[in-house]
Structures are given as structure tokens and as C-alpha cells.
T-cell receptor, first 112, second 115 residues
Framework: SQQGEEDPQALSIQEGENATMNCSYK?????LQWYRQNSGRGLVHLIL???NEREKHSGRLRVTLDTSKKSSSLLITASRAADTASYFC????????????WGAGTKLIIKP | DTAVSQTPKYLVTQMGNDKSIKCEQN?????MYWYKQDSKKFLKIMFS???????INETVPNRFSPKSPDKAHLNLHINSLELGDSAVYFC??????????????FGSGTQLSVL
């Protein structure tokens, strides 16, 4: 069953602006991961944040995790046309069912 | 060199046929996976193998049979293809398996169209 739900489903912004995507989940987690999928390609891992972490950075990416609200956000600063892609969150459940559960993704379009 | 490679990239076939998708990883990872991505972009795990042994087998029809000849290869054979099998199938691998919570490396996908 789908646990992660990304919000919004689609986002269109101007190049140079910041893009924020959210992910909500239902059960306790071990970690939460963000992936990018360019059109017609496989998914590429961006960042992993563990349940005891609140914020992580990687280049222009900033991920936050709020376990009390069961939500995470991915911020892409100074967006570029090359950031156009679908972004997925995946949660590793914290119970005995060690499976990655995926959301349906946010489609991000960066307008030049 | 491509880390996770799967072939073919496109597969168009008639209902009732049998087809295979091959996957190879050169990362030295212990665990490999097959995922199905439907038209709404939902990703659903189908199978997971760790060192050639099946560790996750989700509820998929028996027509789908994975085979892992060694830990670098995980092939997917599909019998009696149905229209509903049309989707993109992704192979992936990870270092220590999902139990370690490691990140996944994905292949570029096989778009299967059943006519």
C-alpha cells in the first residue's frame, strides 16, 4: 500500500526560484529518502534522512523531517532547467516490515 | 560504465506471449529488486533477492518468475502476458539490502506494452 504522499502533485516555477515539495506518511519510519526521476529514466537517489535527524543538506537540496507531524519537505534552491523531473519520497518503515514505501511523486517543471 | 543495466528498454508484445527482462549490476551489491511503475507513477516492489535468495515476494501473479543466477543478475520472466501487465519495470540494487535501509540504485527501466 502507498504510504508516502507527495504534495503538490505538480509544480511549475521560474528558473532561479526555490521549489518546495512535501511528503507525508502514516506509520513510524526508520528513514526517509528522496529520489529524482527524469522523463524516461530510472530513479536517482538524492538524499536520505534518518528518523533521529531533523535536517540535511546536499548542495542546493535541503531536506527536513518532522516525525511528530509525519512529514518531510524537500527544498531545491536556485532552481535550474535541469531540475525538471519527478521527485519521489520513499519511507523505510520502522516496524518489522522492512520495505520501502513510495509516494506517487511531485512533477516539477522549471520554466526558463 | 552503467551501474545497473536492464534490457530491453522497450518491449512491445501480444497478449499471451512469454517474455523476459534482464538485469545486471556491476556495483558488487548484495541485493537486487524488481519494481513495477504504473501509469500513475506509483512504484510497487515485486521481488527482492539477497545473494541469490528470495527475501521479498509481494503479491504478484504466478506468471511472474524472477531468476537470479548469481548476485549480479536478476532476470524477470513473465508468462502469458496480459493487458494489465503494461507498465515500466525497474531493476534496482542496494549494498546491504533493505534491512540496512541503504539507498537504491535503479536501472533505466523497461517499458512493456502488451497489445
Amino acid at each position: 500500500s502507498q504510504q508516502g504522499e507527495e504534495d503538490p502533485q505538480a509544480l511549475s516555477i521560474q528558473e532561479g526560484e526555490n521549489a518546495t515539495m512535501n511528503c507525508s506518511y502514516k506509520t513510524s519510519i526508520n528513514n526517509l529518502q528522496w529520489y529524482r526521476q527524469n522523463s524516461g529514466r530510472g530513479l536517482v537517489h538524492l538524499i536520505l534522512i534518518r528518523s533521529n535527524e531533523r535536517e540535511k543538506h546536499s548542495g542546493r537540496l535541503r531536506v527536513t523531517l518532522d516525525t511528530s507531524k509525519k512529514s518531510s519537505s524537500l527544498l531545491i534552491t536556485a532552481s535550474r532547467a535541469a531540475d525538471t523531473a519527478s521527485y519521489f519520497c520513499a519511507t523505510l518503515r520502522g516496524d518489522s516490515n522492512y520495505q520501502l514505501i513510495w509516494g506517487a511523486g511531485t512533477k516539477l517543471i522549471i520554466k526558463p | 560504465d552503467t551501474a545497473v543495466s536492464q534490457t530491453p528498454k522497450y518491449l512491445v508484445t501480444q497478449m499471451g506471449n512469454d517474455k523476459s527482462i534482464k538485469c545486471e549490476q556491476n556495483l558488487g551489491h548484495d541485493t537486487m529488486y524488481w519494481y513495477k511503475q504504473d501509469s500513475k507513477k506509483f512504484l510497487k516492489i515485486m521481488f527482492s533477492y539477497n545473494n541469490k535468495e528470495l527475501i521479498i515476494n509481494e503479491t504478484v501473479p504466478n506468471r511472474f518468475s524472477p531468476k537470479s543466477p548469481d548476485k549480479a543478475h536478476l532476470n524477470l520472466h513473465i508468462n502469458s502476458l496480459e493487458l494489465g501487465d503494461s507498465a515500466v519495470y525497474f531493476c534496482a540494487s542496494s549494498q546491504d539490502g533493505i534491512l540496512g535501509g541503504e539507498k537504491l540504485f535503479f536501472g533505466s527501466g523497461t517499458q512493456l506494452s502488451v497489445l
